[in-house]
């Protein structure tokens, strides 16, 4: 039998520099950016003078897997990210992020008021702003009469109106992408990872946090202008706890298209998704990816769908994985 390779592949502004490469560690998240962390060994202090980074430079990642099942090969991509952080100790190490470092998506606290607009249009003109491609993935376009961003960078405030929606943001590839949270977790699991069958480096860990979990969530909204008073409310019926979610909104849509129950169920699910969580230290595979769901069989109580938050790749002496999760909300 063939002996396991992992040869890494990192393009640093056009030149491959794969064999300066001592370690790569990357961070596969399903919200906001993706980042990765490269050490380089520089021997002749090259990075230190003639080849020092600059904050804004391009890496490309990808890494090769031989021989990982019989007489096979597999490609990851992991993307394109911009230099954010350098630092500099036994090597030189080097920290991109997915969203371009030059745009102020991240950065920049900005103040403005919307109206009579929807999700996907706000969404849009920040990633026009921003440098990046929308694209919008969730079946709802919620429409706001009046919204304010106060103070806040466009990511933040993009994130609060996506959560709001039970949407996740992701930024990768230079594309801003909104996708649905429950439409994720209905989709099939690709692996099941089973208690003495798969490879895991390390015993898993558990949590189970019943203390801020709710049996349903009630929302409320008294309109100034006209003193009236919305409400929303929600019922999780497989649940089994009696605290009861409330919320004073500040501001919602009366358009047709809008519930003040779905804000309800939102709510909810926000406050009750990471209930049960589940972390796996695995020996490395290219089948593990944030944003997929995993069947978890061996432990119990905690056995069922799981929905991957999280993948740390990291490359080194070997190649391993984490994988942190959370079980599928069920019905909501």
Same mark, same amino acid.
């Given at each position: 039998?063939?002996?396991?390779?992992?040869?890494?592949?990192?393009?640093?502004?056009?030149?491959d520099?794969?064999?300066?490469?001592?370690?790569?560690?990357?961070?596969?998240?399903?919200?906001?950016?993706?980042?990765?962390?490269?050490?380089?060994?520089?021997?002749?202090?090259?990075?230190?003078d003639?080849?020092?980074?600059?904050?804004?430079?391009?890496?490309?990642?990808?890494?090769?897997?031989?021989?990982?099942?019989?007489?096979?090969?597999?490609?990851?991509?992991?993307?394109?990210?911009?230099?954010?952080?350098?630092?500099?100790?036994?090597?030189?190490?080097?920290?991109?992020?997915?969203t371009?470092?030059?745009?102020?998506?991240?950065?920049?606290?900005?103040?403005?008021?919307?109206e009579?607009?929807?999700?996907?249009?706000?969404?849009?003109?920040?990633?026009?702003?921003?440098?990046?491609?929308?694209?919008?993935?969730?079946?709802r376009?919620?429409?706001?009469?009046?919204?304010?961003?106060?103070?806040?960078?466009?990511?933040?405030?993009?994130?609060?109106?996506?959560?709001?929606?039970?949407?996740?943001?992701?930024?990768?590839?230079?594309?801003?992408?909104?996708?649905?949270?429950?439409?994720?977790?209905q989709?099939?699991?690709?692996?099941?990872?089973?208690?003495?069958?798969?490879?895991?480096?390390s015993?898993?860990?558990?949590?189970?946090?019943?203390?801020?979990?709710?049996k349903?969530? &009630?929302?409320? @909204?008294?309109?100034?202008? =006209?003193?009236? /008073?919305? +409400?929303?409310?929600? $019922? %999780?019926?497989?649940?089994?706890?009696?605290?009861?979610?409330?919320?004073?909104?500040?501001?919602?849509?009366?358009?047709?298209?809008?519930?003040?129950?779905?804000?309800?169920?939102?709510?909810?699910?926000?406050?009750?998704?990471?209930?049960?969580?589940?972390?796996?230290?695995?020996?490395?595979?290219?089948?593990?990816?944030?944003?997929?769901?995993?069947?978890?069989?061996?432990?119990?109580k905690?056995?069922?769908?799981?929905?991957?938050?999280?993948? &740390?790749?990291? @490359?080194?002496?070997?190649? =391993?994985?984490? /994988?942190? +999760?959370?079980?599928? $909300? %069920?019905?909501?």
């Amino acid at each position: 039998m063939k002996s396991r390779r992992v040869i890494p592949k990192i393009i640093y502004n056009g030149s491959d520099i794969s064999n300066n490469i001592q370690s790569i560690e990357f961070c596969d998240t399903f919200n906001m950016t993706d980042d990765i962390t490269i050490n380089i060994l520089d021997i002749e202090n090259e990075w230190l003078d003639s080849k020092f980074p600059n904050i804004g430079d391009s890496i490309v990642a990808s890494v090769k897997l031989e021989d990982w099942a019989e007489n096979s090969i597999i490609d990851i991509e992991f993307g394109s990210f911009e230099v954010d952080s350098i630092s500099f100790g036994e090597t030189m190490q080097i920290t991109g992020v997915s969203t371009p470092v030059n745009s102020t998506i991240r950065t920049q606290k900005n103040s403005k008021a919307f109206e009579n607009i929807t999700l996907i249009a706000i969404a849009q003109e920040i990633a026009s702003k921003n440098g990046l491609n929308l694209e919008y993935k969730a079946s709802r376009q919620p429409l706001y009469d009046r919204i304010e961003q106060k103070e806040t960078t466009d990511m933040d405030f993009l994130d609060k109106l996506c959560k709001e929606n039970g949407f996740y943001l992701k930024v990768y590839k230079k594309k801003l992408i909104i996708l649905e949270e429950s439409i994720e977790e209905q989709k099939s699991s690709v692996i099941k990872i089973e208690k003495n069958k798969s490879d895991l480096v390390s015993k898993p860990s558990f949590i189970h946090n019943s203390i801020d979990t709710y049996k349903d969530c &009630k929302v409320t @909204f008294n309109d100034p202008k =006209t003193d009236k /008073l919305y +409400t929303g409310y929600f $019922l %999780d019926p497989k649940s089994k706890v009696s605290n009861t979610l409330k919320s004073e909104e500040q501001y919602n849509s009366k358009h047709d298209d809008f519930s003040m129950n779905i804000l309800a169920k939102n709510r909810l699910r926000n406050a009750n998704k990471n209930e049960w969580q589940a972390s796996f230290n695995m020996f490395g595979s290219g089948k593990y990816f944030a944003g997929t769901n995993i069947d978890i069989s061996g432990w119990g109580k905690f056995d069922g769908k799981y929905f991957v938050e999280q993948v &740390k790749h990291s @490359f080194g002496s070997g190649y =391993t994985v984490i /994988l942190d +999760t959370r079980r599928c $909300l %069920d019905g909501y």
